[in-house]
């Protein structure tokens, strides 16, 4: 261990996901270096997940803030200087970000996998990440620091569940933060009917836009407990792990319930699951991403750039409610 390493600052500011992928990092960081003062650079909604860590000094920047809400933070840190900065986002208003924190070494992405600049922001760069999968590029910057590996689940401060809830149930999280990600309806009313014939109580899960509460009322049935738009991020946390299994799409509750332990059964068209998808579920993904990608690309995914995405707005339409219900069947088995 690192003795010279006595306060560390963290930037990632978005989004749920891999959030959730950079505290898996960072937990394994207070590990190996139990004496160092952590400080994480995040958004307002992340920022209630990142509060369940112990032993953080979370610090909010709203995006909407702009200019103003950076020096501002710089106001915060004035009196703070910094052993390592980990820089763990693609994006230049982060890199821009990472200007106020006062840091002698400051890592990032390995430059061959680096994007919008970061490279010009860092003075130190990561390994070579040892998969395409976001949470092993964080990785590959914390090697740095000698840490290649996460332990999960999390140890975390949860909030207690509802207590409406059964001792026995299971979560359907339909809705993604893109409306193209999700499912059909159809598709999770027959899930709904096939947990209703196994005797299994569905609670469905999501934020409160208008959409996600539209959906949820479709699905409601006899024996579906609703909780969309009704829990804040820590109290769905709790949700997610006191249930069997969740189903989810590209989202950030799928990589939630990862972090406390719950077995995730991942709907993925748009995006390679083998880079986004739930970290220790990625066998029981459920994914038309090789074929949708090849249809729109014209070549086989091992040929396509890391992050290539799937346009098509119909893509998981072609996710059949028989391959969902049969990788339900193959948990349970």
């Given at each position: 261990?690192?003795?010279?390493?006595?306060?560390?600052?963290?930037?990632?500011?978005?989004?749920?996901?891999?959030?959730?992928?950079?505290?898996?990092?960072?937990?394994?960081?207070?590990?190996?270096?139990?004496?160092?003062?952590?400080?994480?650079?995040?958004?307002?909604?992340?920022?209630?997940?990142?509060?369940?860590?112990?032993?953080?000094?979370?610090?909010?920047?709203?995006?909407?803030?702009?200019?103003?809400?950076?020096?501002?933070?710089?106001?915060?840190?004035?009196?703070?200087?910094?052993?390592?900065?980990?820089?763990?986002?693609?994006?230049?208003?982060?890199?821009l970000l990472s200007r106020v924190v006062?840091?002698?070494?400051?890592?990032?992405?390995?430059?061959?996998?680096?994007?919008?600049?970061?490279?010009?922001?860092?003075?130190?760069?990561?390994?070579?990440?040892?998969?395409?999968?976001?949470?092993?590029?964080?990785?590959?910057?914390?090697?740095?620091?000698?840490?290649?590996?996460?332990?999960?689940?999390?140890?975390?401060?949860?909030?207690?569940k509802p207590a409406t809830l059964p001792?026995?149930?299971?979560?359907?999280?339909?809705?993604?933060?893109?409306?193209?990600?999700?499912?059909?309806?159809?598709?999770?009313?027959?899930?709904?009917?096939?947990?209703?014939?196994?005797?299994?109580?569905?609670?469905?899960?999501?934020?409160?836009?208008?959409?996600?509460?539209?959906?949820?009322?479709?699905?409601?049935?006899?024996?579906?407990?609703?909780?969309?738009?009704?829990?804040?991020?820590?109290?769905?946390?709790?949700?997610?792990?006191?249930?069997?299994?969740?189903?989810?799409?590209?989202?950030?509750?799928?990589?939630?319930?990862?972090?406390?332990?719950?077995?995730?059964?991942?709907?993925?068209?748009?995006?390679?699951?083998?880079?986004?998808?739930?970290?220790?579920?990625?066998?029981?993904?459920?994914?038309?991403?090789?074929?949708?990608?090849?249809?729109?690309?014209?070549?086989?995914?091992?040929?396509?750039?890391?992050?290539?995405?799937?346009?098509?707005?119909?893509?998981?339409?072609?996710?059949?409610?028989?391959?969902?219900?049969?990788?339900?069947?193959?948990?349970?088995?």
């Amino acid at each position: 261990m690192d003795q010279t390493i006595q306060r560390i600052a963290v930037i990632r500011l978005s989004a749920i996901g891999d959030v959730c992928h950079a505290m898996a990092v960072i937990s394994a960081i207070q590990k190996k270096y139990p004496n160092a003062e952590i400080t994480w650079i995040t958004g307002p909604l992340e920022a209630q997940l990142v509060r369940l860590l112990p032993n953080i000094s979370v610090k909010v920047f709203d995006k909407r803030t702009g200019v103003k809400g950076m020096l501002a933070l710089r106001k915060q840190l004035s009196g703070s200087s910094f052993d390592v900065l980990l820089h763990l986002q693609w994006s230049m208003r982060a890199s821009l970000l990472s200007r106020v924190v006062r840091a002698k070494r400051r890592i990032g992405f390995n430059k061959a996998f680096s994007r919008e600049k970061q490279h010009w922001f860092v003075n130190e760069y990561g390994a070579t990440p040892k998969s395409e999968h976001v949470l092993d590029s964080f990785l590959s910057i914390s090697s740095v620091l000698g840490i290649t590996e996460v332990e999960l689940p999390l140890t975390l401060s949860l909030p207690k569940k509802p207590a409406t809830l059964p001792n026995d149930y299971v979560v359907i999280n339909p809705c993604a933060s893109k409306a193209e990600r999700n499912w059909t309806v159809s598709g999770y009313k027959a899930v709904i009917q096939w947990c209703s014939e196994q005797g299994k109580t569905v609670v469905l899960t999501g934020g409160p836009s208008s959409l996600e509460r539209e959906i949820a009322q479709q699905l409601e049935s006899d024996g579906v407990i609703n909780l969309v738009g009704q829990t804040s991020l820590p109290q769905m946390l709790s949700v997610l792990a006191g249930a069997k299994w969740v189903l989810s799409p590209d989202t950030g509750p799928a990589h939630m319930a990862t972090l406390v332990g719950t077995p995730v059964i991942g709907l993925y068209a748009h995006s390679n699951p083998r880079r986004t998808g739930p970290y220790v579920d990625l066998d029981r993904v459920v994914s038309v991403y090789d074929e949708c990608a090849k249809k729109e690309y014209g070549k086989p995914v091992a040929e396509l750039p890391w992050a290539a995405r799937v346009h098509d707005p119909k893509a998981m339409e072609h996710i059949a409610t028989e391959q969902v219900i049969a990788q339900l069947q193959a948990m349970a088995s």
